[in-house]
């Protein structure tokens, strides 16, 4: 269990413990822009739609704000030698970033270079909806800084589009992508979904064939979750949208895996592809190999050392909380030693290289040995003292969680 700690000061200090945990070489900074030009009907993220024309006073408040919360970051990580963490992953995400003017997204990077370092090589990633950019933005966005662009695809399909309140055409992601490889851009990805209501198998393979096609260096493929509180949810508790059941999910995640290992890519995390490593996306391999990294944005979440906190959601709140130099941390909670040991085993399982067998208990070898009989962890892995899964235990990977985890 997490061990209950007061709510975070207002200078935003941690325990020494956790600074002295930050790893030497790199650290993570995950950047939430919250506004997008209209919310999807399955979205439950913190995002808000700004009143139209307020974008552009908005971006420069959100990057003045986001550089007090940088400075609150370097007093709090720095340790007594005055030394830092260089940054080695940058993450926007949102919400929308792409809709912020790049100069806006600029300066947040260039803070993030004078507060905390920017490591050579650091991998520079930003979301973008496909609507919201085109060659010349594209182009801004590289200028600013960005290496690396992730298009939210969703579907090739219009009807599926429509189903999930998506407001791109059909083949506007791929015409992207296409306009991101052209600006020269280290990596571009394309973000899909399958379970929406309406899709069909046939649709799914067109789908992730058109993505295929388009030759991003990742693939990422989510199952639809239905949350509480969206208006997808709404529609589902009134019968007005159907849900798909285990047995299509699990169908359409192998289609997924079984076509884009035919093209080339190889799983870098469960829903995650990538053709080379250099398709990898750094910064979220850093998440699920229990990395340290500073959220900055309403509502963003940030780990360093087993301390976990999290910032207030409204945006105005967020922007005036730091005007009065206050840290923007709505509340944080410190990990004990067995959750810490539980999260590595829920986001190691993930990993195309697994768990050591010697992160197991008792109990959870004994699990691990019927699973690997019943061919859902790989044998092989298993005699040289590591769990990984195979193709039939992918989609099933929460199940085999809760087995070895005993």
Avoid: K
């Avoid at 399955?42 to 739609?49: E, I």
């Avoid at 997204?105 to 930003?126: Q, S």
């Amino acid at each position: 269990m997490a061990v209950a700690a007061p709510p975070a000061p207002a200078d935003g200090a941690l325990p020494a413990a956790a600074v002295d945990e930050l790893p030497q070489h790199a650290l993570g900074v995950y950047v939430h822009v919250p506004w997008c030009a209209s919310r999807c009907g399955y979205c439950d993220f913190n995002t808000y739609v700004p009143p139209e024309g307020a974008l552009p006073g908005l971006g420069r408040r959100f990057a003045r704000a986001a550089d007090a919360e940088l400075a609150l970051a370097a007093r709090v990580l720095r340790p007594s030698t005055g030394t830092r963490p260089a940054v080695g992953t940058v993450f926007l995400g949102g919400g929308t970033p792409s809709l912020l003017e790049p100069e806006a997204l600029g300066d947040v990077l260039r803070a993030i270079d004078a507060r905390l370092g920017l490591a050579p090589g650091a991998e520079v990633t930003c979301e973008c909806n496909p609507e919201s950019v085109d060659p010349a933005r594209l182009a801004a966005l590289r200028a600013a800084g960005v290496t690396r662009v992730s298009f939210g695809m969703q579907s090739a399909r219009g009807h599926v589009l429509a189903a999930l309140d998506r407001r791109h055409t059909a083949g506007r992601a791929v015409a992207a992508a296409t306009e991101a490889r052209a600006t020269g851009f280290d990596a571009v990805g394309l973000d899909l979904i399958f379970g929406a209501d309406g899709e069909t198998d046939e649709d799914w393979r067109a789908s992730l064939d058109a993505a295929i096609a388009a030759g991003p260096d990742s693939v990422s493929a989510y199952a639809l979750t239905i949350e509480p509180g969206t208006r997808y949810g709404a529609l589902v508790r009134r019968g007005e949208r159907r849900v798909a059941d285990d047995g299509t999910l699990g169908r359409r995640y192998a289609i997924a895996d079984e076509r884009l290992a035919a093209a080339g890519y190889a799983p870098y995390e469960l829903s995650n592809w990538a053709r080379t490593p250099a398709g990898i996306c750094r910064h979220n391999v850093g998440y699920w190999r229990g990395a340290s990294w500073w959220g900055v944005g309403p509502g963003a979440h940030s780990h360093v050392g087993g301390v976990r906190w999290w910032n207030v959601l409204r945006p105005e709140a967020w922007m005036a909380r730091l005007e009065e130099g206050r840290s923007p941390a709505a509340g944080r909670e410190v990990l004990d030693a067995e959750q810490r040991h539980l999260e590595r085993l829920m986001t190691g399982v993930r990993l195309p290289d697994g768990l050591p067998a010697t992160a197991l208990g008792e109990a959870g070898h004994r699990e691990a040995a019927a699973l690997v009989e019943d061919g859902l962890l790989d044998a092989g892995a298993w005699r040289a003292g590591r769990a990984v899964l195979t193709p039939a235990g992918r989609p099933l990977a929460d199940g085999v969680l809760r087995r070895i985890a005993t």
